[in-house]
């Protein structure tokens, strides 16, 4: 795993005025080779390894260094002292620490996350890092089963990332698909038509995207879940699916859900590439979003169009549009 490790360019980071140290870049590299959480003792045992010479307090320094220029993170499992893992192109992320083996094992949630976004903002509190710390027994310590070997975090975040983009773009695959039978307006058939077309190609694309990963590391796809995204692992068209299967669903209402799809899946890409750090999973997500994006763009100008059009020809709303009151369904569109 140590090979797939993104080196940083250390010249960069290196701070101005700072002469080139060779004793520096050697205890960097060891440290980026690891994956875990290192104690200060356990890197120097490490260093002593390589290089008998490099003193404890170098090693000290250099761990200092290495956390203020941003490749080191900090992180206190309540043992009395600090260990620390590497934060380059490492996105941030929880803990499961075994009290027995002392190992601990890493994860991301989405829920954990909006969750605590929540009550922070229900508190009025500017929040700027949340600890998620598990104490317990790991798997390994409880069933007797070889421990599971630290994997690069970078690529089961990018693995993670891809499996709910694929979940997506299946269900907008069917959303749209369904749509292109249901609505009787024929252009509106061929905006439907063209996204199903687009989600099968950019489907392909992430598939593609994913065997290529999964060539860095034969065992990626046996790993344990890194990133959960418990409100997305159906895609997070399958509630739009659904609507559209209801009766009186007219062009006008499949365009409103498509909106709505489109606009949640735009946000919840956009936040989440946002919040994490530099990584092959947030460029999927922000790709991502821009592409939401753009379906969005094209599902609000299309129903404006044909809204136009339907006022035009003197279209007499159905019983469900008059219902629901026309001057909402405008109200919504300037929202849209
Ligand atoms: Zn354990
Ligand atoms: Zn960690």
Redesign the pocket.
């Known amino acids: 795993m140590a090979s797939t490790t993104a080196i940083p360019d250390l010249d960069r980071l290196r701070p101005a005025g700072t002469k080139r140290s060779s004793k520096r870049d050697l205890i960097v590299n060891a440290f980026l080779k690891q994956e875990g ?1 290192l104690s200060a003792d356990d890197l120097v045992v490490l260093i002593k390894r390589e290089d008998e010479r490099i003193s404890r307090a170098t090693v000290y320094r250099t761990l200092q260094w290495m956390e203020e220029a941003g490749i080191a993170r900090k ?1 206190d499992f309540g043992e009395g002292r600090f260990r620390f ?1 590497h934060s380059y192109r490492h996105p941030r ?1 929880f ?1 499961l620490i075994c009290k027995t083996c002392k190992r ?1 094992y ?1 994860f991301l949630s989405s829920d954990i996350e909006s969750l605590v976004e929540e009550v922070a903002a229900a508190r009025a509190f500017t929040a700027n890092q949340s600890v998620v710390q598990i104490y317990g027994t790991c798997e390994s310590c409880t069933t007797g089963r070889a421990p599971e070997e630290p994997a690069n ?1 970078e690529l089961l975040f990018a693995r993670d990332a891809l499996r709910i983009a694929i979940a997506t773009e299946r269900s907008g695959m069917e959303f749209y698909g369904r749509g292109v039978k249901l609505v009787k307006d024929p252009r509106a058939r061929e905006v439907f038509r063209k996204l199903a077309t687009e989600e099968v190609h950019h489907l392909k694309t992430l598939e593609a995207r994913y065997d290529n990963l999964l060539k860095q590391d034969p065992l990626l796809e046996s790993r344990p879940t890194f990133l959960f995204f418990k409100g997305a692992a159906n895609g997070l068209f399958a509630a739009g699916t659904d609507q559209l299967r209801r009766d009186g669903v007219d062009d006008l209402e499949a365009y409103r859900i498509g909106i709505r799809c489109e606009r949640g899946s735009h946000r919840f890409f956009k936040r989440y590439g946002e919040r994490f750090e530099d990584s092959e999973g947030k460029q999927v997500f922000l790709e991502f979003a821009e592409e939401e994006r753009e379906h969005l763009e094209l599902l609000i100008r299309e129903y404006r169009a044909l809204v136009k059009r339907q006022r035009a020809s003197g279209h007499k709303p159905r019983a469900t549009e008059r219902a629901r009151g026309g001057a909402r369904g405008k109200t919504r569109s300037r929202h849209a």
């Open positions: 959480h992180v893992e992320h803990h601990s890493e975090s």
